[in-house]
């Protein structure tokens, strides 16, 4: 089956994932678009689980106030400072600050195993792997703590 530049566009839009990736992903799934992402998230896991033994020495600290009621600070961790200032990190690291505040995991293997609040399909774990996938680098959660106005 042959593959429009389209599709691969349109794929690559939604996913973040590479032109070559995408063109793959739709040749493995015949033009599959839900398949093909599928593809794609497989994947980004199977990279994720490579890199997963790689040092992270950079990140981010992301700090987060509901309502001036929780407070959240966690730190995400990557490897290079270049993938840390990424919009793609920021917003992973923003995400889980959310989580955080509404969820309120009593540690880092809870809040891993955690439904995404705002895609109850997802972990928090399977968004951190989908972000690797797409960014290359091992991602993961260094400490975290929230503060509860009163308690």
Known sequence: MAISTEDIKKLREETGA???DCKE????SDGDMAK???WLKQKGFDRAAKK????VKSGVVEVYSHGGRVGVVVEVLCETDFVAKTEDFKNLAHEIALQIASMNPEDKEALLAQEY???NSQTISDMIKSVVGKLGENIQIGKFCRVVLGE
């Not at 992903?25 to 493995?28: D, P, V």
């Open 18 to 20: 590479g032109i070559a």
């Open 25 to 28: 992903a739709l040749t493995e």
């Open 36 to 38: 093909a992402k599928e």
């Open 52 to 55: 997963s033994e790689r040092e």
């Open 117 to 119: 609040i705002r895609d």
